[in-house]
């Protein structure tokens, strides 16, 4: 393969006169050669010309054919030649972001012989190297855009901060309000006794202005209207930075109700979508990041927790039974044949652990990567209610594909109502330098979360900055299911004015009776109920907000009995609660021919009974 060395030279040839454009020489009969020609001349458009060595060899005499047979060659603008790997850089260097190859090839020692060296085999085997080229990024292939794609993704992710908010609002006065469970004010109040202005720092929200109950709903419905604002496309990037700025506050006001993997992933979501109303490229490099180590992380720490269930691929035997919020679906899943369910916990091992790395692969496999992620999250959606989680998750995908992709999924009319940008967005210098920085930011934190995770040790200096900007939660570790639950232990509260007639006080949405059907709540948050699945994993003495939502019921608070389906003391609140604990069980076929869906055995009491002092 011949190559000229170093930096582009003088030709020991006399080529034509200098043109007004540096060309680029192919071999024409070389189906790999058009097929990159053609997509480099897209990328680089008028920069550089493009012609077949079969149209151009003849005013290159002092060029033997056989040379532009083995390599592409380059003209530069004065005349000076290159070829192969050097030449493939120095056109690339005339499309934006790409001339980071050329100065690798330059600077970085070994990069330009073993470049060189890749160019040789590739060339060797061109015909095997085009049908891969076909296989990974199509017939077609053009240089990929992302304006369709962020356009729907921040007007779809419009809808995850909807539901976000809406979810919160019509709960948080029972909740953080005055005369809710854990009561926003008392915590502003005491943690601003004994903390100076770092409390803006280490806790940021908006709530140390104001925590009453008006101020808790004004920031919910506003971040209601902020994502109407953002659906339509109005202020969107005023409109993200508010966003951002109300759900982290609630995210620190509601305490306990808001420790949920589900509220990192939105702020952290959020955060990278202003990103992209700014700079679409990192923009959508950063959100694959976001997928690949949400999925992947999930997927390692299950091995790293040492669970059997896991381990022996036994988990989805229990997982149906035991998740928090069944859907209906979910008893028919956890009667399928142990097989079955075998199959897909390797299933899900093969999505959260090896697909995550095809985010980074070549189109085609990006595209696959997508389709199993769907179907892996599709079914979590159908058989557990996992609030707006799945379909954000869901939603994560429209990075990996492009917007020639999209355009064949959608319909025409409908592309044609979306007011997309017909050129590529050019950002600002400045703007191109600061997003660099932040997401080099970005990266480095999440790496550190990650090796933390992992149970390793990053060094001291990267703690340390990851550990400042931590507050913000624009980076956060995650890790679903690290260990399977075997077993549904459920808490029924119950109340009495006697201490010997009880009577239950129902949930919406957790079970409760036994003939009641799961219920379906997607994109809701009902965080009592969830609070009330964890609380069931923990020993009450532990919970603080446990004793307080008893003497709610004890006082029959308004704001506190509205989050629940059911107050058996309408009128006047009981005099005693107390809390059982049962086991539950899905019933056969033929008891829930009956109308039956659960089973339960008592486990004894969980809290004992008790009344209001003075009472």
């Known amino acids: 393969m011949q190559a000229t060395s170093g930096n582009l030279s003088a030709s020991t040839v006399d080529p034509p006169a200098a043109g007004p454009r540096p060309l680029l020489v192919y071999d024409g009969d070389c189906g790999f050669c058009a097929?990159?020609?053609?997509?480099?001349?897209?990328?680089?458009?008028?920069?550089v010309d493009y012609r077949p060595y079969q149209d151009v060899a003849a005013q290159y005499p002092a060029i033997p054919v056989s040379d532009f047979q083995r390599a592409v060659q380059f003209f530069a603008s004065d005349g000076r030649r290159a070829s192969a790997a050097e030449a493939s850089f120095l056109t690339l260097s005339h499309a934006r972001g790409k001339g980071i190859w050329l100065a690798l090839y330059?600077?970085?020692?070994?990069?330009?012989?073993?470049?060189?060296?890749?160019?040789?085999?590739?060339?060797?085997?061109?015909?095997?190297?085009?049908?891969?080229?076909?296989?990974?990024?199509?017939?077609?292939?053009?240089?990929?855009?992302?304006?369709?794609?962020?356009?729907?993704?921040?007007?779809?992710?419009?809808?995850?901060?909807?539901?976000?908010?809406?979810?919160?609002?019509?709960?948080?006065?029972?909740?953080?309000?005055?005369?809710?469970?854990?009561?926003?004010?008392?915590?502003?109040?005491?943690?601003?006794?004994?903390?100076?202005?770092?409390?803006?720092?280490l806790m940021p929200m908006v709530f140390w202005w104001n925590a009453g109950d008006f101020a808790i709903q004004a920031v919910c419905w506003a971040g209601v209207g902020l994502s109407l604002l953002l659906i339509f496309n109005l202020l969107p990037r005023l409109s993200l930075i508010l966003l951002f700025v109300f759900y982290l506050s609630l995210l620190y006001?509601?305490?306990?109700?808001?420790?949920?993997?589900?509220?990192?992933?939105?702020?952290?979501?959020?955060?990278?979508?202003?990103?992209?109303?700014?700079?679409?490229?990192?923009?959508?490099?950063?959100?694959?990041?976001?997928?690949?180590?949400?999925?992947?992380?999930?997927?390692?720490?299950?091995?790293?927790?040492?669970?059997?269930?896991?381990?022996?691929?036994?988990?989805?035997?229990?997982?149906?039974?035991?998740?928090?919020?069944?859907?209906?679906?979910?008893?028919?899943?956890?009667?399928?044949?142990?097989?079955?369910?075998?199959?897909?916990?390797?299933?899900?091992?093969?999505?959260?652990?090896?697909?995550?790395f095809l985010i980074f692969c070549p189109r085609r496999l990006r595209f696959a990567a997508a389709v199993g992620i769907l179907l892996l999250q599709s079914s979590i959606l159908i058989t557990g209610n996992y609030n707006w989680f799945n379909l954000q998750t869901m939603l994560l995908c429209l990075p990996l594909i492009d917007d020639a992709a999209l355009r064949k999924i959608l319909p025409q009319r409908l592309i044609g109502r979306l007011p997309v940008r017909a050129k590529p967005y050019t950002p600002h210098k400045a703007i191109t330098v600061f997003v660099g920085a932040l997401a080099l930011l970005i990266v480095l934190c999440s790496l550190v979360e990650m090796d933390e995770r992992f149970g390793g040790d990053p060094p001291a200096l990267a703690k340390g900055i990851d550990r400042?900007?931590?507050?913000?939660?624009?980076?956060?570790?995650?890790?679903?299911?690290?260990?399977?639950?075997?077993?549904?232990?459920?808490?029924?509260?119950?109340?009495?004015?006697?201490?010997?007639?009880?009577?239950?006080?129902?949930?919406?949405?957790?079970?409760?009776?036994?003939?009641?059907?799961?219920?379906?709540?997607?994109p809701y948050q009902p965080r009592l109920d969830w609070q009330m699945w964890f609380a069931a994993l923990d020993d009450p003495r532990r919970l603080p907000w446990f004793s307080r939502f008893l003497a709610a019921l004890l006082e029959n608070a308004p704001a506190v009995t509205a989050l629940l389906e059911k107050n058996p003391f309408p009128d006047k609140p009981p005099v005693y609660v107390r809390a059982q604990f049962y086991e539950y069980t899905y019933t056969g076929s033929e008891e829930k021919a009956k109308g039956l869906w659960w089973d339960r055995r008592s486990l004894g009491l969980y809290f004992p009974a008790v009344r209001l002092k003075g009472e």
Request: proline share 6%; no cysteine.
């Open 35 to 47: 097929y990159w020609a053609r997509y480099w001349n897209k990328l680089t458009g008028d920069a």
């Open 106 to 201: 330059r600077k970085l020692p070994g990069f330009a012989a073993l470049s060189e060296w890749a160019y040789a085999l590739i060339a060797a085997h061109r015909s095997a190297f085009y049908r891969v080229s076909l296989m990974l990024w199509g017939r077609d292939y053009e240089p990929p855009r992302h304006d369709l794609v962020s356009f729907l993704f921040l007007r779809l992710f419009g809808l995850i901060y909807l539901s976000a908010f809406i979810s919160f609002a019509v709960q948080a006065l029972g909740l953080i309000g005055s005369h809710g469970i854990l009561p926003l004010a008392e915590l502003v109040d005491a943690i601003g006794s004994r903390a100076g202005v770092e409390r803006f720092y």
């Open 253 to 356: 006001g509601g305490q306990t109700f808001m420790t949920y993997q589900w509220d990192t992933f939105l702020l952290e979501a959020g955060f990278l979508a202003l990103f992209l109303s700014f700079a679409t490229v990192p923009g959508i490099w950063l959100l694959r990041w976001l997928l690949f180590r949400f999925l992947f992380m999930s997927g390692v720490v299950k091995l790293l927790s040492g669970d059997p269930n896991w381990w022996n691929l036994t988990a989805l035997s229990y997982h149906f039974v035991t998740e928090p919020l069944p859907t209906p679906l979910a008893w028919y899943a956890a009667h399928l044949p142990p097989s079955v369910l075998i199959v897909g916990t390797a299933g899900t091992f093969v999505v959260e652990l090896l697909l995550p």
């Open 468 to 522: 400042l900007i931590e507050p913000l939660h624009i980076v956060s570790s995650y890790g679903l299911f690290a260990v399977m639950t075997t077993q549904r232990d459920e808490i029924v509260i119950e109340g009495s004015n006697d201490g010997v007639e009880w009577r239950a006080y129902e949930f919406r949405y957790k079970p409760g009776e036994l003939a009641r059907r799961p219920r379906w709540n997607i």
